[in-house]
């Protein structure tokens, strides 16, 4: 998810009554939920779609959600000592406790691959011990729903806490509200894939994967993605079964995936790619040679976007698109 979410999170956690426990515990909280992304650093040493690779692996992974709060736990421990010492300290803060410093960066580092996991994109929740991908098709990556739920109860905790009135049980009650709707999502999610599969069986086609994409606002909608084996394609459920559907009409002409790799020399890019790609196909350049795309984010509109140009391979057709009878 994007950092917004992240940290409305933790702060949220924070206003439930977990910042009693210590002092520094919302700068713990919030970063921590915001920590694993750390690895945003490979843009500096990264180029074009390298960082695909990278991203949302090492600092996600179990080693490094125990080694990222005990650093920051001792940054704010030791951020403590020195406002103590120059006699800076806020009288009004906490004892700041090591131990509930650790655990609660712990658990917001937690919260992060958790939200991750949720959408398309996703996370490699074993590294270092294994690099296999996750994926909860839950949440758009920006959900503003999201957003105004937790930025609405967080202020209205805040605020009731200045009142000096009763401040956690709203923020408790927005943790709850936020964990129904992404259930209620999930099951969206669970619901379409099931209902396309079935109706593409009942058309005498078995798609190979089958990915229920969440809009960006309309949340009870979803975007099916049907195919596998370098054949991507959008599925209307509401389409006339007495006529032929193609389903894999994303492009205007299909390359052979397979033979495009094998064609390819081998660079970082292409590594990168295809190691992060989860819906490959191969396009047909204007000039003849072949372009690399995801079909999870095929845009018309920016098809310079999470692709990989191979302008040495000549574009060998897939042959016919499969269609209903």
Same mark, same amino acid.
């Not at 020195?82 to 917001?108: T, Y």
């Not at 996991?117 to 909860?136: C, T």
């Given at each position: 998810?994007?950092?917004?979410?992240?940290?409305?999170?933790?702060?949220?956690?924070?206003?439930?009554?977990?910042?009693?426990?210590?002092?520094?515990?919302?700068?713990?909280?919030?970063?921590?939920?915001?920590?694993?992304?750390?690895?945003?650093?490979?843009?500096?040493?990264?180029?074009?779609?390298?960082?695909?690779?990278?991203?949302? !692996?090492?600092?996600?992974? *179990?080693?490094?959600?125990?080694?990222? /709060? =005990?650093? @920051? $736990?001792?940054?704010?421990?030791?951020?403590?000592?020195?406002?103590?010492?120059?006699?800076?300290?806020?009288?009004?803060?906490?004892?700041?406790?090591?131990?509930?410093?650790?655990?609660?960066?712990?658990?917001?580092?937690?919260?992060?691959?958790?939200?991750?996991?949720?959408?398309?994109?996703?996370?490699?929740?074993?590294?270092?011990?294994?690099?296999?991908?996750?994926?909860?098709?839950?949440?758009?990556?920006?959900?503003?729903?999201?957003?105004?739920?937790?930025?609405?109860?967080?202020?209205?905790?805040?605020?009731?806490?200045?009142?000096?009135?009763?401040?956690?049980?709203?923020?408790?009650?927005?943790?709850?509200?936020?964990?129904?709707?992404?259930?209620?999502?999930?099951?969206?999610?669970?619901?379409?894939?099931?209902?396309?599969?079935?109706?593409?069986? !009942?058309?005498?086609?078995? *798609?190979?994967?089958?990915?229920?994409? /969440? =809009?960006? @606002? $309309?949340?009870?909608?979803?975007?099916?993605?049907?195919?596998?084996?370098?054949?991507?394609?959008?599925?209307?459920?509401?389409?006339?079964?007495?006529?032929?559907?193609?389903?894999?009409?994303?492009?205007?002409?299909?390359?052979?995936?397979?033979?495009?790799?094998?064609?390819?020399?081998?660079?970082?890019?292409?590594?990168?790619?295809?190691?992060?790609?989860?819906?490959?196909?191969?396009?047909?350049?204007?000039?003849?040679?072949?372009?690399?795309?995801?079909?999870?984010?095929?845009?018309?509109?920016?098809?310079?976007?999470?692709?990989?140009?191979?302008?040495?391979?000549?574009?060998?057709?897939?042959?016919?698109?499969?269609?209903?009878?």
């Amino acid at each position: 998810m994007d950092n917004i979410t992240h940290s409305l999170v933790g702060a949220l956690i924070g206003q439930a009554g977990l910042k009693r426990k210590t002092g520094l515990a919302m700068p713990a909280l919030i970063v921590g939920a915001n920590l694993p992304d750390v690895d945003a650093a490979c843009f500096f040493w990264l180029e074009g779609v390298e960082h695909l690779g990278f991203r949302r !692996g090492i600092t996600h992974g *179990p080693p490094a959600l125990v080694l990222l /709060p =005990l650093v @920051l $736990a001792g940054l704010l421990w030791g951020y403590d000592h020195w406002q103590a010492k120059r006699g800076k300290r806020p009288e009004g803060r906490l004892p700041v406790n090591f131990k509930w410093l650790f655990l609660l960066s712990f658990l917001g580092c937690l919260t992060h691959p958790a939200l991750d996991w949720l959408n398309v994109y996703g996370i490699r929740l074993l590294e270092p011990f294994s690099s296999q991908w996750f994926y909860g098709d839950t949440l758009f990556i920006i959900d503003v729903w999201l957003w105004a739920l937790l930025g609405f109860a967080t202020w209205f905790s805040l605020r009731r806490e200045k009142r000096g009135g009763e401040w956690m049980r709203p923020a408790r009650i927005a943790i709850a509200v936020a964990l129904g709707y992404i259930g209620l999502n999930g099951a969206i999610t669970s619901s379409a894939e099931h209902n396309a599969r079935n109706e593409m069986l !009942g058309f005498g086609v078995e *798609p190979e994967t089958i990915m229920a994409s /969440p =809009l960006p @606002l $309309a949340f009870w909608e979803r975007e099916l993605l049907l195919g596998g084996n370098g054949y991507w394609g959008e599925f209307d459920g509401q389409a006339d079964t007495h006529t032929s559907i193609k389903i894999f009409d994303l492009t205007d002409e299909f390359c052979d995936l397979e033979k495009a790799i094998e064609g390819a020399n081998e660079t970082k890019e292409l590594t990168a790619f295809l190691f992060w790609s989860r819906a490959p196909f191969a396009e047909r350049a204007p000039d003849g040679s072949v372009v690399l795309r995801d079909a999870r984010f095929y845009d018309p509109r920016a098809r310079d976007r999470f692709s990989v140009a191979l302008p040495d391979v000549k574009c060998e057709p897939m042959g016919e698109e499969l269609s209903t009878p």
